[in-house]
Nanobody, 116 residues
Framework: QVQLVESGGGLVQAGASLRLSCAAS????????MGWYRQSPGKEREVVAT???????YYADSVKGRFTISRDNAKDTLYLQMNSLKPEDTAVYYC??????????WGQGTQVTVSS
């Protein structure tokens, strides 16, 4: 099993940058896909970005060109660099790790608030 702990959220003004981190522990070597998701009040959780073990990435259209997902396997840490933040990026951001057919694990979430 894998455990995930996010950090790096906060309150920033529009146009600022933040970097989220997700520290993974446990059986991390067998993770197939890691990703960042977010959820705003009254909305469903949505995918922000994902990265496979082979390094393939996916981004939601709303964050393309502004956010970058990266994975440091040596540190067992997933990152989300968020630039040019907008008020609509305000949400709780969750880290996710999947090993196909075995587990689908979520972190506790970190709040990102972008003021206009």
């Amino acid at each position: 099993q894998v455990q995930l702990v996010e950090s790096g959220g906060g309150l920033v003004q529009a146009g600022a940058s933040l970097r989220l981190s997700c520290a993974a522990s446990g059986s991390t070597s067998r993770i197939n896909v890691m990703g960042w998701y977010r959820q705003s009040p009254g909305k469903e959780r949505e995918v922000v970005a994902t990265v496979t073990g082979g390094g393939s990435t996916y981004y939601a259209d709303s964050v393309k060109g502004r956010f970058t997902i990266s994975r440091d396997n040596a540190k067992d840490t997933l990152y989300l660099q968020m630039n040019s933040l907008k008020p609509e990026d305000t949400a709780v951001y969750y880290c996710n790790a999947v090993r196909m057919g075995i587990y689908n694990v979520w972190g506790q979430g970190t709040q990102v608030t972008v003021s206009s």
